[in-house]
């Protein structure tokens, strides 16, 4: 695709359940970035993958938060056990890499735990 | 500690006015400094970035300031309008530490007709 796609754009989930979010960088792309934004409290790095280095962790903010990616393309995000504090829109973006630092977003996936 | 500050949380603008927006960094190592632009239900968009190495960028109505010895930047926007109104977010990132991005808590710019 020509950009960054997320899905899905909207999830509604019980607390305590897990979730599973798609990203779908650009392609050519070899690094990716989550960041979660929440309101008020702008946004946040989560983790970054850049080719087959080991990703960056160093955002997530507890074991219930882990991603993967395939292939060096799409990424998945999971929540395990969702909290309330979980709700924030969850971005994607991508970039060419540390040498190319213009980060393109894709729309994000709101969720919203209940 | 919020190491890249904006201010103001909030700002109404005439059409045609002139929109200004601070942010202010603490890390000396930071060498790239973004404005992303957000409209509801939608990403981020880079509007224009600049680095260290020069005072000023512009792009079309959009100019970015840099006082390097002050750690500040700042976005204004000339003859501003309608279309403008977004949230905006400044943002700093440097080399060594996956260039991932350290975000201002964002603006909201409200351009009035």
């Known amino acids: 695709g020509a950009g960054v796609s997320q899905s899905p754009s909207n999830k509604v989930t019980e607390k305590g359940k897990d979730v599973e979010l798609r990203c779908d960088p650009i392609?050519?792309?070899?690094?990716l970035y989550w960041y979660r934004q929440s309101l008020g409290q702008g946004l946040e790095f989560l983790i970054y993958?850049?080719?087959?280095?080991?990703?960056?962790k160093s955002g997530l903010p507890s074991d219930r938060f882990s991603a993967e990616r395939t292939g060096g393309s799409v990424s998945t995000l999971t929540i395990q056990r969702t909290q309330q504090e979980d709700s924030a829109v969850y971005l994607c973006?991508?970039?060419?890499?540390?040498?190319?630092?213009?980060?393109?977003f894709g729309q994000g996936t709101r969720l919203t735990v209940v | 500690q919020q190491q890249v500050k904006q201010s103001p949380q909030s700002l109404i603008v005439q059409k045609g006015g002139i929109s200004i927006i601070n942010c202010a960094y603490e890390?000396?190592?930071?060498?790239?400094f973004p404005w992303y632009q957000q409209f509801p239900g939608k990403g981020p968009a880079l509007l224009i970035a600049?680095?260290?190495d020069v005072s000023e960028k512009k792009e079309g109505r959009f100019t970015i300031s840099f006082n390097k010895s002050a750690k500040q930047f700042s976005l204004h926007i000339m003859d501003s309008q309608p279309g403008d109104s977004a949230t905006y977010f400044c943002?700093?990132?440097?080399?060594?530490?996956?260039?991932?991005?350290?975000w201002g808590l964002g603006t909201s710019l409200a351009v009035n007709p």
């Open positions: 943002a700093a990132s440097r080399a060594g530490n996956n260039r991932k991005l350290i």
């Open positions: 392609s050519g792309h070899t690094a």
């Open positions: 890390n000396t190592a930071f060498d790239y």
């Open positions: 973006a991508s970039s060419l890499g540390t040498a190319g630092t213009e980060a393109f």
């Open positions: 993958f850049q080719g087959n280095s080991a990703p960056d």
């Open positions: 600049i680095r260290p």
